[in-house]
């Protein structure tokens, strides 16, 4: 059983900066890649970033291109989203997947398993 607990979320000013974690377990980390989304209330949840298996190629949204940065430390088996200049639309609970693709992806289906969520809240 694969087990994916985020953590890192809080509530942060506009322009400021948040680094979420997700520390995996219960498959071989190294061989899949990751994936980071967000739902926002009353919205669909939405692709953020994707990272591969090696941490080579990594992809983004639009909306957060530029700002966000996934990284990866398959020594840890956890896997990174640093966020800087926040904006109080990034406002949503974040949600880190597993999918046993080893290319990143942004298909939500692709992803088989995913975390708890964190709150992650930019006041303007």
């Known amino acids: 059983q694969v087990q994916l607990v985020e953590s890192g979320g809080g509530l942060v000013h506009t322009g400021g900066s948040l680094r979420l974690s997700c520390a995996a377990s219960?498959?071989?980390?190294?061989?899949?890649?990751m994936g980071w989304f967000r739902q926002a209330p009353g919205k669909e949840r939405e692709f953020v970033g994707a990272?591969?298996?090696?941490?080579?190629?990594?992809y983004y949204a639009e909306s957060v291109k530029g700002r966000f940065t996934i990284s990866r430390d398959n020594a840890k088996n956890t896997v990174y989203l640093q966020m800087n200049s926040l904006k109080p639309e990034d406002t949503a609970v974040y949600y880190c997947?597993?999918?046993?693709?080893?290319?990143?992806?942004?298909?939500?289906?692709?992803?088989?398993?995913w975390g708890q969520g964190t709150q992650v809240t930019v006041s303007s």
């Open positions: 997947a597993s999918t046993k693709l080893p290319i990143a992806t942004m298909t939500l289906n692709s992803y088989d398993y």
């Open positions: 219960g498959r071989t980390f190294s061989t899949y890649a």
């Open positions: 990272i591969d298996w090696s941490g080579g190629s990594t």
